[in-house]
């Protein structure tokens, strides 16, 4: 209860501007200069900050910088204190996959390869593309990200009339990629972190870095399983604490009951 709480208010403080779905504006203040730790596009309408996967993008496909110092750092930052707890705290997008897991639809596991997509979406869409092409789009947001095409395409096509007429090809296949990805978030917990989320590649590379993270005490674990059995992101809490799957939600450490397992 306490996470799904820090997950509300983390969505509301990075999406405050309410008001601009009815009038279809976007915010452009002062606060746009920063990034939110999770995934948020810098297009929904209520968004205060910049996204930072279409930030890291947009300044390694301008002409004047090949990196985004800023940005990199940031995530290194925000991946060394937390990890993916960012994903499992402090992203919209993750609450909002987990909303749509709770419809009552039979659920699946993940044939587990498909966990290295993100990681072929972050180098070839979010770091090769934007430096080859140069064209100043972010490829990754452009061409794919369901997140985009959720928080700011829909509701700005429902608010500008305008924005209709110009429907193409390229929205009709985010749109198809947005139906794909709500339905596996339907019967697999978090499909979009596991398999396309290419910020929660970054973090879960800081996974076993970072302060904010699991310890099993082994001579307290009795390998009872029953860490294994609940986790929703697949993985062996006992076996591999600091996965780079883990986003620290603490359904482990709850059930554990030797309290070996603690964050």
């Given at each position: 209860m306490k996470r799904k709480l820090i997950q509300i208010?983390?969505?509301?403080?990075?999406?405050?501007?309410?008001?601009?779905?009815?009038?279809?504006?976007?915010?452009?203040?002062?606060?746009?200069?920063?990034?939110?730790?999770?995934?948020?596009?810098?297009?929904?309408?209520?968004?205060?900050?910049?996204?930072?996967?279409?930030?890291?993008?947009?300044?390694?496909?301008?002409?004047?910088?090949?990196?985004?110092?800023?940005?990199?750092?940031?995530?290194?930052?925000?991946?060394?204190?937390?990890?993916?707890?960012?994903?499992?705290?402090?992203?919209?997008?993750?609450?909002?996959?987990?909303?749509?897991?709770?419809?009552?639809?039979?659920?699946?596991?993940?044939?587990?390869?498909?966990?290295?997509?993100?990681?072929?979406?972050?180098?070839?869409?979010?770091?090769?593309?934007?430096?080859?092409?140069?064209?100043?789009?972010p490829a990754f947001c452009e061409y794919i990200c369901p997140a985009g095409t959720f928080e700011a395409a829909i509701p700005m096509l429902i608010t500008h009339q305008e924005f209709r007429s110009a429907i193409g090809d390229l929205f009709k296949l985010k749109m198809i990629i947005l139906i794909a990805t709500l339905i596996g978030c339907m019967i697999n917990y978090r499909f979009f972190c596991k398999v396309l989320c290419p910020l929660g590649a970054i973090y879960g590379l800081t996974n076993k870095f970072s302060i904010y993270r699991l310890h099993v005490d082994e001579n307290l674990c009795i390998n009872c399983g029953r860490c294994k059995k609940i986790c929703k992101m697949e993985i062996d809490p006992s076996k591999n604490p600091n996965s780079i799957e883990c986003i620290r939600c603490g359904d482990c450490e709850k059930i554990c009951p030797k309290k070996a397992i603690r964050i």
């Open positions: 208010v983390a969505t509301l403080i990075t999406n405050s501007q309410l008001t601009n779905f009815l009038s279809g504006k976007l915010y452009k203040g002062s606060l746009k200069n920063f990034c939110s730790p999770g995934l948020n596009c810098y297009s929904c309408p209520a968004a205060n900050f910049s996204c930072p996967l279409g930030a890291m993008q947009t300044i390694i496909a301008s002409a004047r910088f090949s990196l985004s110092y800023y940005v990199t750092g940031f995530l290194i930052l925000i991946g060394l204190l937390i990890g993916r707890g960012v994903c499992g705290f402090l992203c919209p997008f993750g609450l909002l996959q987990e909303i749509f897991y709770k419809l009552p639809l039979p659920k699946i596991n993940l044939w587990r390869p498909l966990i290295y997509l993100k990681y072929f979406l972050l180098v070839i869409f979010v770091l090769m593309l934007p430096a080859i092409l140069k064209l100043g789009d």
